[in-house]
């Protein structure tokens, strides 16, 4: 990985050159397509913050909206080491309370930064609403709607995990059995009805925007968009634990693809990672930032 100095001086030397802006904007779009969220999230976070800044001075809210969440997507990731610490002090065997002032002083110091964290990204996705309605192009408006089902899949799994450890832990581990989650008594058993409320909104959420997505990606007839976007329905509806919805959009996805004969590598890699997962839960291993719509 390479050092953030260099990355730093890789970016100012875009942020300040002599380029046009719309070259600007390609070189920090093309500088993000190749980081990966789970190990470069604070500089895909500052490339993608001036990328907003430049789109947004040269009049193109469009460019800026999908700026805002691919910074979305890469902040709401950091928050998963911080639930994975949160869940190690609290979720040790025959836990009854933390062995140290130190440890409960950390955990309320995690938590903090985790509401830090995903307000952070919920106000960046508010900001990349209304840049794109300045200039709603299709194929724009369709990308962010894709990129904001990702975010709050992965918000989904993070709150739900969240609730588990926050929760007594001897009834996180009875419900985290694979029975339990088969039969849908995970949550059930235990999270509190306002929990589980606020997991359904989410979980709406997400697939309110995947679904928006396909229907725009559809009017644009950009098949392999559409597609992609199915298997992200898949995957999300695996998270969920719906094994019949997840197969249906998966599989669904596969016919498109053989209907209107799209043999691309990413669209086969992406159908066997996800039919190869296990019955029960979810195995989301990040992938690299995927181009932005310059337009409609």
């Known amino acids: 990985m390479e050092s953030n100095d260099k990355f730093e001086h ?21 500088l993000i397509a190749g980081l990966n969220s789970l190990h470069h999230g604070a500089e895909i976070c500052r490339a993608s913050e001036m990328g907003a800044i430049i789109a947004g001075n040269a009049d193109r809210p469009e460019m800026a909206a999908q700026f805002c969440v691919m910074r979305a997507k890469a902040e709401i990731a950091e928050a998963g080491a911080l639930i994975g610490e949160m869940k190690n002090l609290k979720m040790a065997i ?30 960046i996705i508010d900001t990349s609403y ?18 904001v089902g990702e975010i709050y899949g992965q918000f989904y799994l993070q709150l739900k995990l969240h609730y588990f450890v926050t929760g007594q832990p001897w009834r996180a581990r009875v419900g985290n059995y694979k029975l339990s989650r088969w039969l849908g008594f995970d949550d059930l058993f235990i999270m509190s009805k306002k929990s589980r409320a606020h997991l359904r909104s989410v979980k709406k959420d997400c697939l309110k925007s995947l679904h928006q997505a396909i229907s725009l990606f559809r009017q644009e007839k ?14 999300e509806h695996h998270s969920f634990n719906d094994l019949l919805s997840g197969k249906f ?48």
């Open 222 to 235: 950009a098949r392999a968009y559409s597609i992609e976007t199915y298997f992200d329905l898949a995957l």
């Open 249 to 296: 959009y998966l599989w669904w996805g596969w016919l498109l693809m053989k209907r209107y004969k799209i043999d691309e590598p990413r669209l086969q890699a992406s159908f066997e990672s996800i039919r190869q997962l296990p019955l029960i839960g979810s195995d989301r291993n990040d992938t690299p930032f995927g181009q932005p719509h310059p337009q409609s």
């Open 94 to 123: 025959d836990w009854f309370g933390f062995g140290l002032e130190s440890e409960k002083n950390r955990y309320s110091e995690l938590d903090t930064k985790l509401n830090i964290i995903w307000n952070t990204t919920q106000a």
């Open 10 to 30: 890789k970016l100012k030397g875009i942020t300040d050159s002599g380029m046009s802006p719309d070259e600007k904007i390609n070189a920090l779009n093309d």
């Open 130 to 147: 209304k840049f794109i309605k300045k200039k709603p192009y299709v194929g724009a408006v369709a990308y962010c709607q894709r990129t």
